[in-house]
């Protein structure tokens, strides 16, 4: 079963939004309650880094008998050094952002603590896919 949704980009109210809704599926399905948190905590990430950087982007949500496959991609600017971005705290969002109370270079950290598997594809002006594995 494929879910695909658009990611709202440089509007943090809707932010969040496509996480809640596959947590919402995910409880109809019957997955354990804590597969869909980490599930739901590795999406809103991504989410929130879609809407801080990249304006927006694209889910597509691969459930599987034994494994859930997300891919988060975008066409931001992409991430010109990932191993410094994957520093718990390393940001590069604006001011604004932080002063909204995002923005605090927790988001990729968080992504790999609850995926079982992360590959991270980023070229720089060109955009970012993010593919979390979990296992069931």
Do not use: C, W
């Not at 191993?83 to 969002?93: I, K, N, P, R, V």
Request: proline residues 3%.
């Amino acid at each position: 079963m494929v879910y695909r949704f658009t990611v709202s980009g440089d509007n943090f109210s809707r932010a969040g939004m496509v996480s809640a809704e596959m947590k919402r599926i995910l409880q109809q399905l019957g997955i354990p309650i804590p597969t869909i948190k980490r599930i739901a905590v590795s999406m809103y990430e991504a989410e929130i880094n879609m809407a801080v950087h990249a304006g927006g982007g694209k889910a597509e949500i691969d459930i599987q008998d034994d494994k859930i496959v997300i891919i988060m991609s975008d066409n931001g600017p992409g991430i010109a050094d990932l191993d410094l971005a994957m520093q718990e705290g390393f940001s590069t969002a604006s001011e604004h952002v932080r002063e909204l109370g995002f923005g605090a270079g927790m988001g990729l950290p968080n992504m790999k603590r609850n995926s079982d598997e992360l590959n991270i594809k980023s070229e720089v002006g060109k955009g970012t896919t993010v593919t979390m594995t979990i296992h069931l």
